[in-house]
């Protein structure tokens, strides 16, 4: 049986309801202030960064929503969720984008001092990705890598990939596994990994270490980078979206109108569920 986790240290700012889903009501500097508060504390956290297709998963899967719910924060990794956070009355928002995040924290990181350990990605693309943050931020200190195969560990496999992790002495622990299976391995070993934080960012690896091309920014900051990602990506991405985009944007819309009747009706006052909006 796994040890109990020791408390979290959970970032105590509002979170927007996008769609049921709790998503931290936060700025990028407020991320970056979160993380290194996790780090100093000592005591094990984890970070979902969300976008889209996890608040559509979340709807359908309780085990999901409560795995964000009990996350130390759960960043608007897209611009649909900034745009919602904001309407919604919850502001000032900012997107948290993984691979943005990753690179701050990793540019930062020789001045912190921070340890990083890298989960996940495909064959060879977590040491790859390790030799460009070497070469790209002078000092940094990766001290461990582990691309784990793609079907579920055995429990001796797991335990060695525990210790691997835990004998390195990371303080953040990157995992590039896709959502959900990123949250869900995030959350499982909670309390079994030392680290002070686990981040789960996804496609960052692939887009850090070159293996895969970004959206242009302008696309990004439109709200238009799943279509980019479509583009590049049409046989694996094509079924998800064609799923997960017209479901939310209808689902989306439907709770800004509940919003607006419901602001309507109450003459313009802020409804007290919300919280206090941030200035």
């Known amino acids: 049986m796994s040890p109990q986790a020791p408390p979290r240290a959970r970032w105590l700012g509002p979170r927007a309801p996008v769609l049921g889903l709790g998503v931290s009501a936060i700025t990028f500097r407020d991320a970056l202030d979160a993380l290194d508060a996790f780090v100093r504390a000592r005591r094990p956290h984890y970070v979902c960064i969300t976008g889209v297709h996890g608040v559509i998963e979340s709807r359908s899967d309780p085990q ?3 795995i964000h719910e009990a996350a130390a924060l759960v960043t608007p990794d897209g611009m649909p969720l900034v745009f919602m956070a904001n309407r919604l009355g919850f502001g000032p928002v ?17 001045r912190r001092g921070y340890r990083h350990f890298l989960y996940g990605g495909a064959p ?9 943050l070497r070469r790209r931020y002078a ?13 579920p560990l055995t429990d001796a496999e797991d335990a060695a990939v525990v210790a691997e992790i835990n004998a390195a002495k990371p303080d953040i622990v990157w995992v590039g596994l896709s959502t959900p299976k990123q949250e869900r391995w995030m959350s499982a070993h909670l309390g079994r990994i030392d680290a002070p934080v686990m981040i789960g960012v996804g496609a960052a690896f692939d887009f850090l270490a070159g293996t895969k091309r970004q959206a242009p920014r302008w696309m990004q900051r439109s709200g238009l980078e799943w279509l980019f990602r479509l583009a590049t990506e049409p046989r694996r991405l094509a079924r998800r979206y064609a799923s997960i985009v017209p479901r939310f944007l209808l689902l989306a819309g439907l709770q ?3 919003h607006a009747l419901a602001g309507s009706r109450r003459g313009g006052r802020r409804d007290p569920e919300h919280g206090p909006a941030r200035g």
């Open 64 to 66: 999901l929503r409560a």
């Open 94 to 110: 900012e997107r948290v984008y993984g691979p943005d995040l990753m690179r701050a924290v990793c540019s930062d990181s020789p």
């Open 124 to 132: 060879g693309v977590a040491e790859g990705l390790a030799e460009v």
């Open 139 to 151: 000092g940094i200190a990766v001290v461990g890598t582990h691309c784990p195969p793609f079907r």
């Open 256 to 258: 800004l109108a509940r």
